[in-house]
């Protein structure tokens, strides 16, 4: 969410969900928020009790769609990417049942960027430039790193490298039990039930495991316990589950002899995407996220991630769309040779065909031509530019409205309703209200309102009013309309909404904060 609203990024900011028993807790909370005492899984009434927050709503697919782009760009720095695996209940610490953690292979990749601790410095970076904070550590383990990473740099009396905001560190060779008798026994990814139990029997650290007798642990506290120490130790292999497509959707192509050859490379790309259009063809499949990795020789690999507006298996398509993104890139690498291309759909959706009526060929062309130009927007600009609004059914106008991106997201391109009497509702919904209906709205809404000066007699509407140093006289109004924020959203928002005529012929949508007696600009009618 601090990605597509920066704005946030200052204040005390919560996620909320429902949960069956409770009602509504907090899902998540940032750093300001946590520092006020605001802890996840907590009730959201105690929570808006003792801290002044911004509350907004927890949208798991969201959250998902997020890491799996993370992963899909992350294959600039590894070829094996994948989430972490979950348990049946989610593990201490955790009020979620999400992957919330990336785990990528690094064997043999970091001599690439001059060492592990480059390798990790560069990961930070590239997630600050998003304005994600991440935790990284390597290990020789998974289950090392797992714990380093959640539970060694979380930890504010620890000091490891960072960079402006994510925190790293490398675990040497012979480092992983040492560090690992530091930690807790949360720290092993086990139930909270196991946690309870060994802290009744006073183990708090991994290290006081060891001098419990293995068996007696596997009697009384299950076997999946000495599994998850023994993958942590590296006795037991646990493998990568890598974000990645059915195999028939991903092709490639080594090369005998690396080329630095701008025309060759076009070539190879050309032909991969030709060759995943025909499967994706017969499978009646089209593609709404494509992944394109270059491997060089010597350098990093390149790696391009595209989104589409609706499923398609247009091969042209998809190679104009790559091509833009390849000469850019590859011009910034200063010759770099290619020796092994890949590209793969991440996301696939069934092709809708629809039968067009006799003489709507022109407004079929119109959808095949916008679709077209929200994908090669998206190729250039990037997903989080090219945004749709979605509608939310808030009380408060400025949360009403939520924005996403249009391409690559399986909602999309899905078969319209062609229900005669619910598309005649939704013409009459969508018809223009009168100047006199309580519910109408303006057309341009400010993003946040602003503060204005307003002449108005006791609580009634405003006579004038001053915004941007012009100052404005009523001739007529519509209101009050008020609105008011629910209580689970912090502080209460108590707003007397006025649709405001001037004398200039101008339209206004004007309100009262009840609550400090101000007056605000939200909005304007053409």
């Known amino acids: 969410m601090l990605v597509t609203h920066p704005d946030l990024a200052n204040r005390a900011l919560v996620l909320q969900s429902r949960d069956a028993r409770r009602g509504l807790v907090v899902a998540a909370a940032n750093k300001l928020a946590q520092q006020q005492g605001v802890r996840p899984g907590m009730p959201l009434s105690e929570a808006v009790a003792i801290a002044k927050l911004e509350v907004r709503e927890h949208q798991p697919h969201e959250d998902i769609d997020a890491l799996c782009s993370l992963a899909e760009q992350a294959q600039q720095f590894s070829p094996i990417v994948g989430l972490e695996s979950l348990d049946k209940q989610p593990w201490p610490g955790r009020t979620l049942l999400q992957p919330e953690c990336l785990l990528l292979d690094v064997t043999g990749v970091a001599t690439l960027f001059g060492g592990e601790e480059h390798l990790l410095a560069s990961i930070a970076q590239w997630l600050d430039d998003q304005r994600y904070l991440g935790c990284l550590a390597i290990a ?12 060694a740099l979380r930890n504010p009396r620890v000091s490891p490298q960072s960079s402006n905001h994510s925190r790293f560190q490398s675990i040497p060779p012979a480092g992983d039990r040492t560090i690992l008798e530091q930690l807790p026994v949360a720290a092993l990814r086990i139930e909270s039930t196991v946690v309870a139990a060994l802290k009744r029997l006073g183990v708090q650290l991994i290290g006081e495991l060891w001098q419990l ?3 007696g642990l596997a009697s009384r506290l299950g076997q999946h316990l000495l599994t998850r120490w023994d993958q942590a130790l590296g006795i037991i292999d646990e493998p990568i589950a890598t974000l990645h497509e059915s195999p028939e959707w991903q092709v490639e192509q080594s090369l005998e002899y690396a080329t630095e050859n701008r025309q060759t490379i076009t070539e190879v790309v050309r032909r991969l995407c030709r060759e995943l259009a025909l499967r994706l063809n017969r499978q009646n499949r089209g593609a709404l996220r494509i992944v394109c990795r270059l491997d060089l020789v010597d350098t990093t690999p390149l790696v391009m991630c595209l989104g589409l507006f609706r499923p398609t298996d247009d091969a042209d398509h998809l190679q104009a769309l790559l091509t833009g993104q390849l000469e850019h890139q590859l011009s910034t690498r200063g010759g770099a040779a290619l020796w092994r291309a890949a590209v793969q759909a991440t996301l696939v959706a069934p092709l809708v065909w629809q039968q067009t009526d006799l003489f709507d060929v022109q407004s079929t062309g119109q959808r095949q031509q916008l679709s077209r130009l929200v994908d ?23 949360l009403a409205c939520t924005l996403s991106p249009m391409t690559g997201r399986r909602m999309d391109g899905q078969k319209q309703s062609t229900n005669r009497k619910l598309s005649s509702r939704l013409a009459r919904r969508r018809a223009e209200p009168s100047p006199d209906d309580p519910l109408r709205r303006p057309i341009k809404l400010l993003a946040s309102p602003v503060a204005i000066d307003a002449l108005a007699i006791a609580d009634g509407p405003p006579t004038q009013f001053t915004f941007q140093g012009k100052t404005y006289q009523v001739h007529n109004h519509w209101g009050p309309e008020r609105l008011e924020s629910g209580w689970w959203r912090g502080p209460s928002h108590r707003r007397d909404y006025f649709r405001i005529a001037t004398t200039d012929g101008s339209w206004w949508w004007i309100f009262r904060e009840l609550n400090s007696s101000r007056w605000f600009m939200h909005g304007m009618f053409d």
Not at 141 to 151: D, E, F, L, M, P
Not at 378 to 385: D, F, I, P, V
Request: charged share 20%.
């Open 140 to 151: 020789g383990s998974i289950g090392t790193a797992w714990a380093v990473a959640n539970y």
């Open 376 to 398: 090669n927007l998206s190729s250039r600009l990037g997903r989080q530019q090219v945004l749709q609004a979605n509608v939310e059914r808030q009380s408060q106008p400025e």
């Open 213 to 215: 007798p293995r068996d």
